[in-house]
């Protein structure tokens, strides 16, 4: 089972992004998208619950990003508005080691890796 990132790319600050994993066989499983920037330790961006009843993003993201899911399309997404130079990074989207929970993700305990999708934010 694997997951599949898209959407990065290079954008001006203030511009959008959406970020989409598809996570197919990961409908029970709580899910996140984590970020490295360059030089940087790989850090915890957002996540969602299972069904997508409850969210979490970081405080750099708040009121920017916003994380949801379509378990029917098996896709978790990551919607980045107004984007700055600092969230310039590599993103991966994540699964929980354990469905019907995210406390592991906001542990950096990860089950599945997806590979990184690249966001560049130019000022």
């Known amino acids: 089972v694997q997951l599949q990132a898209s959407g990065g790319g290079s954008v001006q600050a203030g511009g959008s992004l959406r970020l989409s994993c598809a996570a197919s066989?990961?409908?029970?499983?709580?899910m996140g998208w984590f970020r490295r920037a360059p030089g940087k330790e790989r850090t915890l961006v957002a996540t969602?619950?299972?069904?997508?009843?409850?969210?979490y993003v970081v405080d750099s993201v708040k009121g920017r990003f916003t994380i949801s899911r379509d378990n029917a399309k098996n896709t978790v997404y990551l919607q980045m508005n107004g984007l700055k130079p600092e969230d310039t990074a590599e993103y991966y989207c994540?699964?929980?080691?354990?469905?019907?929970?995210?406390?592991?993700?906001?542990?950096?305990?990860?089950?599945?890796w997806g590979q990184g999708t690249q966001v560049t934010v130019s000022s």
């Open positions: 969602i619950s299972w069904n997508g009843a409850n969210t």
């Open positions: 994540a699964a929980s080691a354990q469905p019907y929970t995210t406390s592991l993700l906001r542990r950096n305990i990860v089950g599945t």
């Open positions: 066989g990961f409908g029970s499983y709580g």
